[in-house]
């Protein structure tokens, strides 16, 4: 495990942002976040555990379209917005009909633990029947899905600090197959992100 400064870690932050900013198209999708499903970012299977005390993993999501975030409860900066804008997502979901999948990893699985993540869930009004809160894995299991995998840094809390430096990224998933990365804090595109699902949802009941 690597330990780098703070400053490096805002412009590795500076640069994903930027990143995030550079709109992609591919397979009729909006212009909005960044399109990686070129890059082949895929998810290994996992079985983890959800804020019900239930196994949950990739088989529960391999034939869905579905989202992904990472958070953790403790966090005073990027993810109380984050949720609040999931928050959001999930209604605009609903009120098109739409029940898709949202994952929401936490990287404080030592402290969150289900029953932790259940009251997380409820100030966010998440309706748990499509929300899913995820622990039950070690901080090293979870920052190798998420450096290797989604592609986004992830450093324990320094000495004197009890924050997680995390990437701040909605992501559009297929199956095992991240499609798009989208800005989760602000001028987050929640039209253009159902839009992506209806298109994705769409080609795969044609």
């Keep these: 495990m690597f330990n780098i400064g703070k400053s490096k870690w805002l412009l590795v932050f500076a640069v994903l ?5 550079c709109g992609g198209g591919g397979k009729n999708l909006s212009k ?6 070129d890059q082949d970012w895929i998810i290994k299977d996992f079985t983890y555990t959800n804020e019900s005390e239930e196994e949950f993993g990739l088989s529960d999501l ?7 975030d990472f958070i953790f409860t403790n ?6 917005p984050m949720s609040a804008n999931m928050s959001k997502v999930q209604q605009q979901l609903e009120d098109e009909g739409l029940q898709v999948p ?8 030592e402290l969150d633990t289900p ?5 997380y869930a409820d100030q966010y009004a998440a309706n748990l029947d499509t929300w899913h809160f995820l622990t039950g894995y070690s901080f090293d299991e979870i920052k190798k899905l998420s450096e290797e995998t989604f592609k986004s840094p992830l450093a324990a809390p320094v000495e004197g600090d009890d924050q997680f430096t995390h990437g701040v990224f909605f992501y559009l998933v297929e199956g095992n197959k991240i499609i ?3 800005n989760g804090v602000s ?4 039209d253009a992100i159902v839009e992506d699902i209806k298109t994705l949802k769409g080609a795969k009941e044609a």
């Design 180 to 182: 798009k990365t989208y």
């Design 32 to 37: 909005e976040g960044s399109y990686v499903a």
């Design 75 to 80: 966090c005073t900066s990027v993810c109380p």
């Design 102 to 109: 949202i994952v929401s990893f936490t990287v404080d699985p």
């Design 187 to 190: 001028d987050v595109p929640t």
């Design 115 to 119: 029953e932790v993540l259940k009251e």
């Design 62 to 68: 391999e034939d869905e379209v579905w989202l992904a």
């Design 17 to 21: 942002m930027l990143l995030t900013a």
